[in-house]
């Protein structure tokens, strides 16, 4: 099936930056969509931000304007990009990615599949 494999995360500084990478392997026809999640203590793992194939993305509002996704499409790839991290950015962040995998001649498969949460802790 489709793995994904996390990097990045770690202790940082307040108003420091941290880039996490996610790198997906498998029988893959195509990766519609990739996100990370997030969830911090105590509360419910919410989306931090998106990108589907097309390069649309979307993102949370206590993100904004602070965190970039990107993707590399060849090597199913999702980045994330966190810039002027606060203290409540502290979390477990996972990877996610959805779309179809190859299931035989011409069949095509829907997946969805998490990567290992990552720690980002945000202190001084």
């Known amino acids: 099936q489709v793995q994904l494999v996390v990097s990045g995360g770690g202790l940082v500084q307040p108003g420091g930056s941290l880039r996490l990478s996610c790198a997906a392997s498998?029988?893959?026809?195509?990766?519609?969509?990739m996100g990370w999640y997030r969830q911090a203590p105590g509360k419910q793992r919410e989306l931090a931000a998106v990108?589907?194939?097309?390069?649309?993305?979307n993102y949370a509002d206590s993100v904004k304007d602070r965190f970039t996704i990107s993707r590399d499409n060849a090597e199913n790839t999702v980045y994330l990009q966190m810039n002027s991290l606060k203290a409540e950015d502290t979390a477990v962040y996972y990877c996610n990615a959805a779309g179809m995998v190859a299931a035989g001649v011409q069949r095509r498969v829907s997946f969805s599949s998490w990567g290992q949460g990552t720690q980002v802790t945000v202190s001084s």
């Open positions: 990108i589907t194939s097309g390069g649309n993305t």
């Open positions: 498998g029988p893959i026809f195509n990766i519609n969509t």
